[in-house]
């Protein structure tokens, strides 16, 4: 493994085997949301703003297309069109800009208001220095809301390493989320082999996000808490023995196979949680989702539950899938009070 992509190793080769594998059937159940990997699409690679200014939030059309200022004159380039509540928020995976969505936004669009952005170091957006752990880029996300008046409530969408970014700003503010959805957010990395800690060190050569990535996965997942009662997903790949077979590291192939168990985890930020994970050659068949396509965000009445823990957790039977969970998220026409 050589060049940028070597920074992700075996951490991250379970994003590009799922736009590999289950990337298609994760179109089709949530409106085309949810490819990542190592894109290697740095500020320069991706050039200037398309429209040719600076700035261009907001558009006549009321859509956002331009930097903010997320502090000290430090700006990270947002995307936000379409109209609706819930606001999607679409946070891309390690070292994907924004634009890793672009396939995904229109068709979203037409149900809801819906929203991308570059993070810092990445794409159009401003460089920030290291280290980048969790509250840091929490925080930026907190900052883009906020410079660029994104409505809430929100629903997080985030893809692989996106979706630590997602739950840590749920766990900040639980109150202000609608729904989430996890597109193959794994479990910390278990007993990383020396190589892969090097890479992606905060300070690594090749690590362009100046991210803490390690550090970021276990202080989400060690987070990890009852959020509210509102629909999470979390879609998984399940590898094929070719797969698992071709992973560089040991540590790498064990934690392949356990994908899919270990992101059960995620299902604690909910009492009505929902899995759906697919392998490339099987079929796809929809389950009963866990809510209905209709039921109204402002009319939730059900009485609070005692949090979850991760150790009591109900085995989950195993199901695959093709419906969309986003759908679940989004009425047009829904208003918040």
């Known amino acids: 493994m050589t060049g940028e992509c070597a920074l992700l190793g075996a951490r991250t080769a379970r994003s590009a085997r799922w736009r590999q594998g289950s990337g298609p059937l994760a179109l089709a ?33 009321g859509n956002v297309h331009g930097p903010v200022d997320v502090g000290g004159g430090r700006m990270i380039y947002v995307r936000c069109t379409g109209t609706g509540s819930p606001t999607v928020i679409l946070e ?19 149900v809801t208001r819906t929203c991308s952005y570059d993070r810092a170091n990445l794409g159009l957006s401003d460089p920030a ?44 503010h ?72 071709e992973a560089e590291f040991p540590s790498e192939r064990r934690g392949m196979r356990t994908n899919v168990k270990d992101q059960k985890g995620w299902l604690i930020l909910s009492p009505q949680p929902s899995r759906w994970w697919s392998t490339p ?23 609070a539950r005692r949090p979850a823990r991760a150790d009591a957790l109900a085995p989950q039977p195993a ?4 419906a969309g969970p986003v759908h679940s998220f989004l009425h047009p026409g829904d208003t918040t009070t």
Not at 34 to 61: E, H, L, M
Request: hydrophobic content about 30%; proline content about 10%.
């Open 129 to 172: 220095p290291g280290p980048r752990g969790l509250p840091e880029l929490v925080a930026d996300l907190e900052h883009v809301i906020s410079a660029a008046h994104i409505p809430g409530p929100y629903v997080l969408v985030g893809t692989s390493g996106g979706g630590y970014i997602t739950a840590g700003y749920a766990f900040a």
């Open 319 to 322: 199901i695959e899938w093709t």
């Open 29 to 61: 159940a949530v409106l085309s949301v949810g490819s990542s990997g190592c894109s290697n699409k740095s500020r320069d690679a991706r050039g200037t703003d398309p429209s040719g200014s600076a700035s261009s939030i907001p558009t006549a059309d």
């Open 92 to 110: 891309g995976g390690d070292e994907d800009t924004g634009g890793s969505y672009d396939f995904a936004v229109p068709s979203l669009a037409k």
């Open 281 to 303: 050659a099987t079929p796809s068949r929809r389950p009963t989702p866990p809510w209905s396509p209709t039921r109204s965000w402002t009319s939730s009445k059900r009485p």
């Open 174 to 245: 639980p109150d202000q989320v609608k729904g989430m959805l996890f597109v193959d957010v794994g479990a910390p990395f278990r007993d990383p082999p020396a190589q892969l800690v090097r890479d992606t060190a905060w300070d690594s050569p090749v690590n362009i996000e100046k991210r803490d990535y390690l550090q970021v996965e276990k202080d989400a997942w060690s987070a990890r808490e009852r959020v509210g009662d509102i629909p999470v997903t979390v879609i998984s790949n399940e590898y094929t023995d070719q797969q698992i077979a």
